[in-house]
């Protein structure tokens, strides 16, 4: 069955970039339980009681992902990665944007009394992650692809090698080698 459902979602994904509507109305439901794995395990790493939610986050990502026509889709895989690497950028401006309310961009001042008590920390863990994967890129480009692929789209070694066209053992090395270089980088900014 998985077999034919991805043979199938590059089929309605091909079908779609050359204008076919009924194919999205056949694609949606076939990706949409994927891209809220994905989405959720991108929500788990936020603070609790993140304004923006799961199927919010779905839902931005299906809404650029309709604007996306000149897209040329290779494949179920290469769908994914796009979707993974637009929820990143999804919380890492969202997280921006909250920094930048927190700062006062925008803000109607109040007096301390008029403020609420409850205060909330910024998503500094994901603009740090965030951070970090651009200082990998500057490294090397390919290591970043692979962590954004993996850990963040949710793919497997083998759909990302496909997606990256190298092979598995390239992806198991480049993942390794990208880990230890974040941890070594994250935990110098702590």
């Known amino acids: 069955m998985a077999l034919r459902s991805n043979h199938e979602v590059t089929q309605l994904l091909k079908a779609w970039t050359t204008g076919d509507e009924h194919a999205l109305e056949k694609l949606t439901p076939l990706v949409y339980g994927q891209l809220h794995q994905v989405a959720r395990r991108y929500m788990a790493g936020e603070r609790p009681g993140h304004a923006l939610q799961t199927t919010a986050l779905v839902n ?14 290779q494949d179920r895989a290469h769908f994914f990665a796009v979707s993974a690497q637009l929820m990143r950028r999804i919380l890492i401006d969202f997280a ?91 935990g110098e900014r702590n």
Request: aromatic letters at 8%; glycine letters at 4%.
């Open 60 to 73: 931005e990502v299906y809404l650029k992902l309709v604007d996306c026509r000149q897209i040329n889709w």
């Open 96 to 186: 921006r944007s909250r920094d930048y309310q927190k700062r006062g961009g925008g803000a109607v001042h109040l007096s301390l009394d008029d403020t609420p008590s409850v205060c909330y920390e910024p998503d500094a863990q994901l603009l740090a992650v965030d951070d970090a994967l651009k200082a990998l890129a500057a490294v090397d480009e390919r290591k970043s692809k692979v962590v954004e692929l993996k850990f963040f789209g949710g793919l497997s070694i083998a759909e990302t090698a496909e997606v990256l066209k190298v092979s598995t053992e390239t992806v198991v090395r480049d993942w390794r080698l990208a880990k230890a270089w974040l941890l070594r980088e994250l």
